[in-house]
């Protein structure tokens, strides 16, 4: 009989059941809201990246299916050759009036939009420059576009300028930050990156996952939070999270979004969004625009929730956004305390070594614009209890 030559595999997974790192999948059984049923139990979610509550919107959920019902279900082809409909240039036009740019293409996720946007624009002449807590999706377009990777300490301008000066003038670069960092919450040092990238001539991208919908006016994200319009070259936002559906975007120059067009590996060799997903879309920028309240309350409950556990004696890292760590330590400890937390009936997802260091394991949590306060301080309340229970407060 033949071996299994996949048993490596196994025996990695031995590894980390032995370390209590070994997760299994969290099945959700009914909608993704504030408060919602996993594994049978109903929970206080703070594990969801919907931060305004767009998932289950009414406007968004008609649009959906109002798409559906005109369109179909799916858009049979790529972009390039019969996967665009008028639909989808809709939503690129809106993206565009609202990120202020002069164009926009749309890509199937905000990890297709990263890693295809860094792997068209560079080759293996150039240089990436990037913050070392980056997203995923930005290493593995960099990687794939062979440039040489640079990567500066988390937030070190000084480092970077380092960087950028030993290398050649001539030599095309690209410096790149996320605009809100998804394990600590904090900001990118985008300012300061944005007056390097002009001093040393470089391309300057932003990854705005977490800040769209969030940080800005209308939640255009954090170049408009930190007012760097027009000096910022490429602008990576999210459609998957607080936008409450699915995908990722560029915003840029019209021959940027053209080249993209053409040389994009996601967008040139994966079928679009299903009409639905694009009609939702534009109906959350409608909501952003028209229901701004939303935000608002998105940060009131963000500032109860993050001073409630800094009150308690929680370590909460650095975090400046909706995204709050709780710092555990090792790693079966912060996946014992998100354990412990669920069966109180609070989910907030543990996170271990090789998402964060190794001595940094913890739970994050993120609050959303529809958490009750009473939901809030049920939470609180169990972290107290756990938190103590597992001397970590
Ligand atoms: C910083 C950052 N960039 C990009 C992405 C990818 O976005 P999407 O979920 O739309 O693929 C994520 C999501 O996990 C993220 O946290």
């Known amino acids: ?16 059941k032995q370390q209590g790192l070994y997760r299994h999948l969290r099945i959700l059984e009914d909608e993704q809201k504030a408060k919602t049923t996993f594994d049978h139990r109903q929970v206080v979610n703070l594990s ?22 005109r369109f179909g279900v799916g858009s049979g082809s790529v972009r390039t050759i019969a996967g665009t409909m008028e639909i989808h240039m809709e939503l690129e036009r809106r993206l565009a009036a609202f990120k202020q740019t002069e164009a926009v293409v749309v890509f199937q996720s905000g990890f297709a939009a990263n890693a295809g946007t860094v792997a068209a624009v560079l080759s293996k002449e150039d240089v990436v420059v990037s913050d070392a807590l980056n997203h995923a999706s930005i290493i593995d377009g960099a990687r794939l576009s062979r440039a040489t990777i640079k990567v500066f300490p988390h937030k070190d301008v000084d480092a970077a300028r380092r960087v950028l000066r030993d290398l050649p003038s001539a030599q095309r670069k690209l410096l790149i930050t996320d605009g809100v960092f998804s394990m600590d919450g904090d900001l990118g040092a985008l300012p300061e990156l944005c007056a390097l990238a002009e001093e040393f001539g470089c391309i300057m991208m932003v990854d705005d996952a977490h800040a769209s919908g969030v940080f800005g006016k209308n939640g255009r994200g954090t170049v408009d939070h930190f007012g760097m319009h027009g000096r910022v070259d490429i602008q990576v936002g999210t459609l998957s999270k607080a936008i409450g559906a699915l995908g990722g975007y560029v915003a840029g120059t019209r021959d940027l979004i053209d080249f993209l067009y053409h040389r994009a590996r996601p967008f040139l060799f994966s079928t679009s969004h299903p009409p639905a997903v694009a009609a939702a879309c534009i109906a959350a920028i409608d909501v952003l625009m028209e229901e701004p309240q939303i935000i608002d309350r998105l940060w009131e409950n963000a500032r109860f929730f993050k001073s409630g556990l800094e009150a308690l004696g929680f370590d909460t890292g650095l ?13 079966a400890l912060a996946m014992k305390l998100s354990d412990r937390l669920f069966q109180e009936g609070v989910f907030a997802q543990g996170l271990a070594f090789p998402t964060v260091p190794r001595d940094k394991a913890r739970v994050r949590t993120i609050v959303t614009a529809t958490h009750t306060r009473d939901e809030l301080q049920f939470a609180l309340d169990v972290f107290a209890k756990v938190g103590r229970e597992l001397e970590i407060i």
């Open 319 to 331: 975090s400046a956004s909706p995204i709050t760590p709780v710092i555990a330590g090792e790693g």
């Open 48 to 69: 969801s990246n919907n931060y305004l509550g767009l998932t289950t919107h009414p406007r968004l959920r008609e649009a959906a299916l109002e798409a559906t019902r």
């Open 1 to 16: 009989m033949r071996s299994d030559p996949l048993a490596y595999l196994t025996s990695e997974l031995d590894t980390l």
